[in-house]
């Protein structure tokens, strides 16, 4: 093992432990930098800005998105400034690499009609019915994460004042309103997982909200095949999954008048830059109805001047 994969381990354990990182995040710092580790020298002394030059420029020759390369960029960067800081190297030659710009890019959503359509596909009283019900009014009237969403428990809802306590990004907690539809999902869905549990004896302490149909937590994998199974059936086009519920959850929420800074709050964002894309889907949305209300049926052009 070179000195740089021991200096790995116990930097995955210091993102872990002191900065709270989950499994996912650690899972994707473990493996860009491992694909790193066994492009460059084995000793950490020889490591320079060149060789980390040498590994992007090899990134981008392969294809690889301007996004993927600057989060390898980013994950070497930390994990150089976490050996400078404990004293050993003498210096970050990371931070003099510049992150590659990345292309605007809006996330898709769906229209209110549509996310109506997606839900109301759900038919069937079952318990597979009723529970993707829930998920998929859960998920839109909250805008949580999909690993937010199945690390909820039951004693993380409130169904009276329909609040939920959520463990968001570093382990943040937050609290999250939810809307009468949610609620009545959730009901019908709480009363059948009680039911199905005692068919289940093994599943007796298991705490988790959503649970599959052998009585254990539902894994993020299962909830998104939910999604994209009801996206199907309701004829819904292009990539869905429960993060466009999330984006939807949020452009809705904007076009509706709602404060950007409460959206933030709502979503989990750190940065109030993170949610500002949001605005710029506010102004398609604003063209897109001006193209189809107005009789002349064209977009205006936002760069005439009055």
Do not use: W
Not at 72 to 98: D, T
């Amino acid at each position: 093992m070179s000195i740089l994969s021991e200096f790995l381990s116990k930097f995955l354990r210091h993102l872990e432990i002191e900065r709270g990182c989950s499994i996912n995040t650690i899972r994707a710092y473990k493996r860009d930098l491992e694909e790193f580790i066994s492009f460059s020298p084995s000793s950490l002394g020889d490591l320079e800005i060149a060789n980390i030059r040498a590994y992007i420029s090899d990134l981008i020759m392969k294809g690889k998105a301007r996004s993927t390369v600057s989060r390898k960029l980013a994950a070497i960067r930390s994990f150089l400034a976490y050996l400078y800081e404990g004293g050993h190297c003498k210096l970050n030659p990371a931070k003099f690499v510049p992150l590659p710009k990345k292309p605007q890019s809006l996330p898709k959503f769906l229209s209110v009609d549509e996310t109506f359509e997606l839900i109301q596909s759900l038919e069937g009283i079952d318990f597979v019915k009723i529970r993707d019900r829930a998920i998929l009014e859960l998920l839109y009237a909250t805008g949580l994460r999909v690993s937010e969403l199945t690390g909820i428990t039951m004693e993380d809802i409130n169904l009276k004042e329909k609040l939920i306590k959520v463990r968001g990004k570093g382990k943040k907690e937050r609290i999250v309103p939810f809307g009468n539809k949610a609620a009545e999902a959730l009901k019908s869905y709480i009363v059948e997982r009680m039911l199905y549990k005692k068919k289940k004896p093994d599943s007796e302490k298991q705490t988790a909200l959503f649970l599959n149909i052998r009585g254990g937590r539902l894994t993020e994998r299962q909830i998104r095949r939910i999604v994209v199974k009801y996206a199907n059936i309701s004829g819904i086009k292009g990539q869905i999954g429960p993060h466009t519920l999330r984006h939807s959850f949020a452009t809705h929420l904007l076009t509706g008048g709602a404060d950007l800074r409460v959206i933030q709050e709502l979503l989990g964002h750190s940065s109030l830059s993170t949610t500002q894309k949001y605005t710029h889907l506010d102004i398609e949305h604003l063209l897109d109805v001006y193209e189809k209300a107005h009789p002349f049926g064209n977009k205006p052009d936002i760069n005439t001047k009055d």
